[in-house]
T-cell receptor, first 115, second 111 residues
Framework: KAGVTQTPRYLIKTRGQQVTLSCSPI?????VSWYQQTPGQGLQFLFE???????NKGNFPGRFSGRQFSNSRSEMNVSTLELGDSALYLC??????????????FGSGTQLSVL | QQQVKQSPQSLIVQKGGISIINCAYE??????FPWYQQFPGKGPALLIA?????SEKKEGRFTISFNKSAKQFSLHIMDSQPGDSATYFC??????????FGKGTTLSVSS
């Protein structure tokens, strides 16, 4: 079974731009969660989508948004990029929703650099 | 209340030694405590997890010890190997919410 696939692997953007990251979950998984990883803050939860509906949301500004398609693939969008948005963005898929204790399988992430 | 505090931030252990990483939490509603292992360039991978109804869980060289009254749990890596060199994250969660992760411990096992 193929793992969680995140594209692109690396991104360089400038302040004020917007960016879209993509995540393809493991086949059959309906839950996709997004995390931001930085050296100082560790992993911080952004949001979770399950069957195309946002189920949980972390404490991030509205510039961070996401969606999930009928094939469970998910995209995350960050608008009006700030320098502090530079981070590794991780996607995790699960067979069950986080609320049901689903085991998380992480992708290798998208490294975003904002200049 | 929602934080998970992890220590130490970094750890150097000799090959064959025991690596110990500690985590503490405040929210007594947490009922799931996993540990994740992350190698450079890769995403975290679930290593081992425990529920609060047991005080210890062992899988190979990896053991979680859980102290419910102290609200602490720890990861012990016995006979540490250079291949164990990675960043380790503890996490805690409850039904209906996302996992809260510690800030990570970078383990280096010297040969």
């Amino acid at each position: 079974k193929a793992g969680v696939t995140q594209t692109p692997r690396y991104l360089i953007k400038t302040r004020g731009q917007q960016v879209t990251l993509s995540c393809s979950p493991i086949s059959g998984h309906r839950s996709v969660s997004w995390y931001q990883q930085t050296p100082g803050q560790g992993l911080q939860f952004l949001f979770e989508y399950f069957s195309e509906t946002q189920r949980n949301k972390g404490n991030f500004p509205g510039r961070f948004s996401g969606r999930q398609f009928s094939n469970s693939r998910s995209e995350m969008n960050v608008s009006t990029l700030e320098l502090g948005d530079s981070a590794l963005y991780l996607c995790a898929s699960s067979h069950r929703s986080l609320g049901q204790g689903g085991k998380l399988f992480f992708g290798s992430g998208t490294q975003l650099s904002v200049l | 209340q929602q934080q998970v505090k992890q220590s130490p931030q970094s750890l150097i252990v000799q090959k064959g030694g025991i690596s110990i990483i500690n985590c503490a939490y405040e929210n007594t509603a947490f009922d799931y405590f996993p540990w994740y292992q992350q190698f450079p360039g890769k995403g975290p991978a679930l290593l081992i997890a425990i529920r609060p109804d047991v005080s210890e869980k062992k899988e190979g060289r990896f053991t979680i010890s859980f102290n419910k009254s102290a609200k602490q749990f720890s990861l012990h890596i016995m006979d540490s190997q250079p291949g164990d060199s990675a960043t380790y994250f503890c996490a805690a969660g409850e039904a209906g919410t996302a996992l809260i992760f510690g800030k990570g411990t970078t383990l280096s096992v010297s040969s």
